[in-house]
T-cell receptor, first 115, second 114 residues
Framework: AQSVSQHNHHVILSEAASLELGCNYS??????LFWYVQYPGQHLQLLLK??????LVKGIKGFEAEFIKSKFSFNLRKPSVQWSDTAEYFC?????????????FGSGTRLQVQP | GAGVSQSPSNKVTEKGKDVELRCDPI?????LYWYRQSLGQGLEFLIY????????KSGLPSDRFSAERTGGSVSTLTIQRTQQEDSAVYLC????????????FGEGSRLTVL
């Protein structure tokens, strides 16, 4: 079965610290990859996406993610976090070879940024 | 509307009762998804619609769960004979197509079964 692993369940950082959230997926075929974010009290929204091409993708609010096919990974990074980045972050994958059209999500990482 | 709309936002019910949750997707979006988010868990896929048909119902946890979509728009998720383990936030999402995975989510319907 398809699966997505997010290694960090809860991360606490101080403002200006660098962030890296890990994400690994189980399938080796063609994938579209996503990071979604859920700010407190708000709905899930897309942070960034990878379909093809440059494996380093940039999203909103200074976030970026790198697709490393050999490692089945799509880690999220930000050089300097802000208090407003406090949120829950979900990695997700859709496997384009299988015909299944539903995103598979990881269990999420709760990021708490302390001022 | 501008976004995905879900109702009710909050539902408290007694064990054994039936509940209906409604989702109004973004106009023109052909794909519609239902997910469930339980405390401390990720998003659990339930069912996906393309138009009015449901090519993938593999995530429905039991035959107490059903969903329909009419007119290629509004969808209703029905849970019969609710159990306490059904308590969760039920999320609806829509997408312009079904092959990119770029979803727009609603605020969710929080279901509490007493």
């Amino acid at each position: 079965a398809q699966s997505v692993s997010q290694h960090n369940h809860h991360v606490i950082l101080s403002e200006a610290a660098s962030l890296e959230l890990g994400c690994n997926y189980s399938y080796g075929g063609t994938v579209n990859l996503f990071w979604y974010v859920q700010y407190p009290g708000q709905h899930l929204q897309l942070l960034l996406k990878y379909f093809s091409g440059d494996p380093l993708v940039k999203g909103i609010k200074g976030f970026e993610a790198e697709f490393i096919k050999s490692k089945f990974s799509f880690n999220l990074r930000k050089p300097s976090v802000q208090w407003s980045d406090t949120a829950e972050y979900f990695c997700a994958v859709i496997h384009m070879d299988t015909g299944r059209r539903a995103l598979t999500f990881g269990s999420g990482t709760r990021l708490q940024v302390q001022p | 509307g501008a976004g995905v709309s879900q109702s009710p936002s909050n539902k408290v019910t007694e064990k054994g009762k039936d509940v209906e949750l409604r989702c109004d997707p973004i106009s023109g979006h052909t794909a519609l998804y239902w997910y469930r988010q339980s405390l401390g868990q990720g998003l659990e896929f339930l069912i996906y619609f393309q138009g009015n048909s449901a090519p993938d119902k593999s995530g429905l946890p039991s035959d107490r769960f059903s969903a329909e979509r009419t007119g290629g728009s509004v969808s209703t998720l029905t849970i019969q004979r609710t159990q306490q383990e059904d308590s969760a936030v039920y999320l609806c999402a829509s997408s312009r197509t079904d092959y990119t995975g770029e979803l727009f989510f609603g605020e969710g319907s929080r279901l509490t079964v007493l």
